[in-house]
Every structure is written in structure tokens, then in C-alpha cells.
């Protein structure tokens, strides 16, 4: 109804979100060529009646979608081209948001130095702007980052204070999922009684709040400790939780 609307009187700006928005929606929807295709024709309206706020959000959504398709390296040319869009804005939000999709993406093509040059990045916009919430949500990952590296002193060091700062702001996914990755760096090396408390956490407030991806997370992460420490009857039940689950 609003596409039929704003054709008639020829708002193109807001036809151009209506093609965002109908895009959005079948990316969550898993229906990806479908929404790269409201994106395009959002971004060839945008680009003929300039908005750069409305084009941002649009090369942003592009990246989303192509990184939820796993085409990795096409998600990463959207999100750069709307960083450098985000980096005229007054407004850092924008550029905070192209910061850390381009660093998830580094961490999922395993370029974890780049991935965590982004995440700091973001880390330090954030505490500039005052964002709490976003500040644990950028110290989760660079923690996450560290860890990949194998830098297992400087991730607990980053976990531990995304941890706090989650617990802060009553934010219980990110809790649970702090607990995970602490315990993940605990077993690493090799000190299962402290990984065994973090993945515990991590199950207990996954299982409160209903959160199936950060329980699995932790159901994985207890299974591997289990195995390492021989206990195979309780690798198993939390095996077998965690097939169900997945």
C-alpha cells in the first residue's frame, strides 16, 4: 500500500525506504535474492534523488545480507562504502554500526587483526558517545577477537569487563555469552574448574532468558571440557542438549 502511494505522488525518498524496508524483511526471512533485488531498486531511486542517510542504511542492509549469504567479500565492499558514507555524518552512530559489521566480517574470514583494528575502532566511538551497552557489545568482540588470536590474557581481560559492564546494564544475552567465550579462554588453558563456573553461568542465564544460540554456545563449550577432563557421562547429557537444540 505505501509503494502504490508514494509511486503516485512520487516521493521518492520514502519509496526508497519502502524498498529498504520490504528488503529487510526478506532478509529476515532467509529469502536473499529477493531482498538483494529491493535494495538495488532502493539504491537506484536514492542515487537519482540524493539522501545520504537513506543510502547509508541501504548499502548497510546490502552488507547484511550478503554476509548472512555468506558472500563475505561482497559483504565487506558494502560495508566499507557505507563507512566512508557514515564518516561525513555528525551523527557517529552510522559509522559505529559500519565499524563493527566490518570487523564481524574480518572475524569470519579469519582476518582476526583487521577484525580487531575495527572492533577497537568502534570500542573507542562508543565510549565517546556514552553508549554502555554498545561499549560491552564492542569489548565482547574485541575480547572475542583477542581470543581467536590466541592472546588469552588480553581476551579475559576484555571479556571480563564486557561481562561487567553487561551485568551493569542488565543485559543477560550478553552476560551469558561473556561467560561462554571466559570459558572457552579458561580451557584453552587449561584451567577446567574456571572454565567449568563460566560455562555453567553461560548455560544458567541462556536457560533464564530462553536464549537457544547462547545455550548451545555454552552446552558445546561444556561438552569439550568434559571430554579434556574425562568425565564422557556429563559430555554426554550436555551432548545430547545440545544436538537437540541445534
Given at each position: 500500500k505505501?509503494?502504490?502511494?508514494?509511486?503516485?505522488?512520487?516521493n521518492?525518498?520514502?519509496?526508497?525506504?519502502?524498498?529498504?524496508?520490504?528488503?529487510?524483511?526478506?532478509d529476515?526471512?532467509?529469502?536473499?535474492?529477493?531482498?538483494?533485488?529491493?535494495?538495488?531498486?532502493?539504491?537506484?531511486?536514492?542515487?537519482?534523488?540524493?539522501?545520504?542517510?537513506?543510502?547509508?542504511?541501504?548499502?548497510?542492509?546490502?552488507g547484511?545480507?550478503h554476509?548472512?549469504?555468506?558472500?563475505?567479500?561482497?559483504a565487506?565492499?558494502f560495508?566499507?562504502?557505507?563507512?566512508?558514507?557514515?564518516?561525513?555524518?555528525?551523527?557517529?552512530?552510522?559509522?559505529?554500526?559500519?565499524?563493527?559489521?566490518i570487523?564481524?566480517?574480518?572475524m569470519?574470514?579469519?582476518?582476526?587483526?583487521?577484525?580487531?583494528?575495527?572492533?577497537?575502532?568502534?570500542?573507542?566511538?562508543?565510549?565517546?558517545?556514552?553508549?554502555?551497552?554498545?561499549?560491552?557489545?564492542a569489548?565482547?568482540?574485541a575480547?572475542?577477537?583477542?581470543m581467536?588470536?590466541?592472546?588469552?590474557?588480553n581476551?579475559?581481560q576484555?571479556?571480563?569487563?564486557?561481562?561487567?559492564?553487561?551485568?551493569?546494564?542488565n543485559?543477560?544475552?550478553?552476560?551469558?555469552?561473556?561467560?561462554?567465550?571466559?570459558g572457552?579462554?579458561y580451557?584453552?588453558?587449561?584451567?577446567y574448574a574456571?572454565?567449568e563456573?563460566?560455562?555453567?553461568?553461560?548455560?544458567?542465564i541462556?536457560?533464564?532468558?530462553?536464549?537457544?544460540?547462547?545455550l548451545?554456545?555454552?552446552?558445546?563449550?561444556?561438552?569439550?571440557?568434559?571430554?579434556k577432563?574425562g568425565?564422557?557421562?556429563k559430555?554426554?547429557?550436555?551432548?545430547?542438549?545440545a544436538?537437540?537444540?541445534?
Open positions: 505505501a509503494k502504490a502511494l508514494f509511486t503516485t505522488s512520487k521518492h525518498r520514502s519509496l526508497a525506504n519502502v524498498h529498504l524496508f520490504t528488503g529487510q524483511v526478506n529476515y526471512l532467509a529469502k536473499y535474492n529477493i531482498a538483494l533485488e529491493q535494495y538495488k531498486t532502493a539504491l537506484e531511486l536514492i542515487e537519482s534523488h540524493p539522501d545520504e542517510a537513506i543510502k547509508f542504511k541501504i548499502l548497510n542492509s546490502s547484511v545480507t554476509f548472512n549469504k555468506g558472500s563475505y567479500e561482497t565487506l565492499e560495508y566499507v562504502r557505507a563507512l566512508k558514507i557514515s564518516e561525513r555524518f555528525e551523527d557517529k552512530v552510522y559509522y559505529a554500526s559500519a565499524l563493527n559489521n570487523g564481524v566480517v574480518y569470519s574470514i579469519l582476518q582476526y587483526d583487521d577484525a580487531l583494528e575495527y572492533f577497537l575502532k568502534y570500542l573507542q566511538t562508543m565510549r565517546a558517545m556514552g553508549q554502555t551497552r554498545f561499549v560491552a557489545v569489548m565482547l568482540n575480547g572475542e577477537a583477542f581467536k588470536k590466541e592472546s588469552f590474557p581476551a579475559i576484555y571479556l571480563d569487563s564486557a561481562l561487567s559492564t553487561y551485568q551493569l546494564v543485559e543477560k544475552r550478553g552476560m551469558s555469552l561473556s561467560h561462554s567465550n571466559l572457552d579462554c580451557m584453552f588453558l587449561s584451567d574456571n572454565a563456573i563460566h560455562y555453567n553461568a553461560c548455560i544458567a541462556a536457560e533464564s532468558i530462553k536464549s537457544e544460540e547462547a548451545l554456545r555454552g552446552l558445546i563449550g561444556g561438552t569439550d571440557l568434559y571430554l577432563t568425565e564422557k557421562e559430555a554426554a547429557r550436555y551432548l545430547e542438549r544436538n537437540e537444540i541445534a
